[in-house]
């Protein structure tokens, strides 16, 4: 995101026109005898200046749903409910919020010419009009057509044609992406185009066809063979390659099986460094898609969800750091992953189907090869159980209903809890952490929360933290209110083809964690407006940093009165989202407020 920074009005608010400097204010007492400052110092200032913010490192989020016996979410808890630990040790939740679905946004009013534009609640504005419906939901459905066989595809895409044309609605945008990333279709509302996208859908995996590779071993087999050296694995391999990949013994002579033994060993175990090759390609990509489909939703301003529709794909041990990430990234741009198990139904026949060659060794060998494929699908299966967990989304699996499972996974819940804690004596090696989040009093209640992470291998940067932060705040429609801010927009025609925007923010400065220093009370405030388009689309920004600098006598003065901060913005005619965040350094708090704005 590129926020273009610009001047921006800061005034102050009540009967004070403008805040005087140390030279024209009187000097205050002071029990602390401080020094007095230089008297030429602004006790209020604005520069175009990137921010730099000290930022609490190591934090870790876990969403959590909780939902009753009938699958309702529950918003009702407090953060002494919860318990959390972190590798069986428990920790202090120092971060506690709670989501809620729907927040509404304030209209803008219309301002009878440019200079009323300007001003708050001036008199010649009208009431705010009611705006036509914007996007407030955004859902991303993303389809692994890599790893999801071309019969169960064809299935889902009944489904989802079927579930689309019926969520679709006013106030949401849906997008089609593939993992393949052909046939793409960014967030709108058409319906046809929707339609269209979905009917393209076909299987397109990068490696062989699926049976083609003797023996037909899956990835995770592969890799116990490959990485790990599984000799049980190996020898299950083996078994099916004898007889069906390499020609049997000639004779019966030990020499003879020993040979076909040995051919038969070095063409598994070939097989399986082909497929585990194919398998690491296949998995970054789904990867790299994924962490494409949170970037685009993160740039969406309203709620978000990720439904990834999937037959389920392994990841090796040297991929799941890369797992965590996404996770992380997932959390911090409040996108849930919702998964869907496009096998719906998944039954494996015991010994294969007619087409199943039997390995070599009889039943004990047909017993191993059941095995690992049962172990193959539930691990598969097991990454889309944890995507969904660890982002607040939902899992639906073992079940044909495939239009019914999108239905219950696109739809968001009402509340979604959000912990944060910061680990103690944390090593920075990259080690996974396994979470557990419990109630005080789960008693007929279900818990849905994130399952682990793995700690960063260097020290964040604060800098770009904060700037990320702000960036991501921006993209969101969460209200936050840890300042208290009030925002009044208006707007004025011009002309029949432009208008200016005036986007106002009323700063209760009380909540402000000033630093005392050289006789003043001081802090910055960082102010970015970013304007939105009816499909949630990023037009532009505005960002300004505050440098508060006060006298005591002045600081009394605004705990009353407070600032407001005003922000300009052309536009053509058309509907729009107004989204204003209000970060202070020294507290590191802040808030988020939306409003819309209808410009006939």
Request: proline share 6%; aromatic share 6%.
């Amino acid at each position: 995101m590129q926020v273009r920074v610009v001047a921006v009005a800061v005034l102050v608010a009540g009967a004070i026109a403008a805040v005087p400097s140390r030279a024209q204010t009187p000097a205050t007492a002071s029990s602390g005898a401080q020094p007095a400052p230089a008297q030429s110092s602004a006790e209020l200032s604005t520069h175009d200046l990137a921010p730099t913010f000290s930022t609490k490192v190591n934090l870790v989020m876990v969403p959590v749903v909780v939902r009753d016996s009938h699958g309702r979410a529950v918003g009702t808890l407090q953060k002494d409910d919860f318990r959390l630990f972190d590798r069986a040790k428990p920790q202090v939740i120092t971060r506690f919020s709670v989501e809620k679905a729907g927040e509404p946004a304030i209209p803008a009013e219309i301002a009878q010419d440019a200079d009323d534009a300007a001003l708050t609640h001036s008199a010649g504005a009208a009431p705010a009009r009611p705006a036509a419906p914007i996007a407030q939901r955004f859902v991303l459905y993303l389809f692994d057509d890599v790893h999801t066989k071309n019969e169960d595809l064809l299935q889902v895409r009944i489904a989802a044609d079927k579930h689309i044309a019926e969520a679709l609605n006013p106030t949401t945008r849906d997008a089609i992406f593939t993992t393949s990333g052909q046939g793409n279709l960014d967030f709108t509302d058409d319906g046809a185009q929707l339609h269209e996208a979905l009917m393209k859908l076909m299987a397109r995996p990068t490696m062989s066809a699926p049976g083609s590779e003797c023996p037909d071993i899956s990835y995770y087999w592969a890799d116990l063979i490959y990485n790990k050296n599984d000799q049980g694995a190996t020898q299950a391999a083996v078994n099916m390659t004898m007889g069906n990949c390499t020609p049997a013994p000639a004779t019966n002579t030990p020499q003879a099986i020993q040979a076909a033994i040995q051919m038969a060993t070095n063409t598994a175990q070939g097989t399986a460094a082909r497929i585990v090759s194919g398998g690491d390609r296949e998995t970054r990509l789904a990867f790299v898609t994924i962490e494409n489909a949170i970037r685009r939703l993160a740039a969406a301003p309203g709620d978000r969800t990720l439904v990834l529709v999937s037959s389920g794909f392994y990841i090796g041990d040297d991929l799941r750091s890369e797992e965590s990430e996404i996770m992380d990234r997932a959390i911090r741009a409040n996108v849930r992953i919702s998964t869907l198990n496009a096998r719906g139904l998944y039954v494996l026949i015991p010994g294969g189907d007619a087409s199943t060659p039997t390995p070599f060794g009889g039943s004990a060998s047909l017993i191993a090869t059941q095995q690992y494929r049962e172990q193959s699908a539930s691990i598969e299966e097991g990454t889309l159980e944890e995507l969904a967990d660890a982002t607040g989304g939902r899992f639906f699996h073992n079940n044909n209903d495939l239009k019914g499972g999108l239905d219950q996974i696109a739809a968001p819940p009402e509340f979604v809890y959000l912990l944060g804690f910061s680990p103690q004596n944390l090593k920075m090696d990259g080690g996974y952490h396994k979470l557990k989040v419990t109630l005080v009093n789960p008693h007929g209640l279900d818990l849905e929360a994130r399952r682990g992470y793995y700690a960063p291998k260097h020290l964040p940067n604060p800098e770009e933290d904060a700037k990320r932060e702000i960036q991501e705040a921006l993209f969101s429609r969460d209200e936050m209110q840890d300042i208290p801010i009030d925002l009044h927009m208006q707007f004025f025609k011009t002309s029949d083809i432009a208008a200016k925007i005036a986007v106002l923010a009323h700063v209760n400065v009380k909540n402000l964690r000033f630093r005392k220093a050289d006789g003043r009370n001081n802090d910055n405030l960082i102010v970015t407006s970013g304007l939105f388009d009816r499909n949630g689309n990023f037009v532009t920004g505005l960002q300004k940093i505050v440098e508060l600098r006060l006298l005591d006598a002045t600081l009394d003065k605004l705990l009353n009165a407070g600032i407001t901060v005003r922000s300009n913005f052309d536009a053509a005619p058309g509907s729009y989202v107004i989204r204003l965040v209000i970060r202070d350094s020294e507290g590191e708090t802040m808030a988020a407020r939306n409003g819309v704005v209808e410009i006939p």
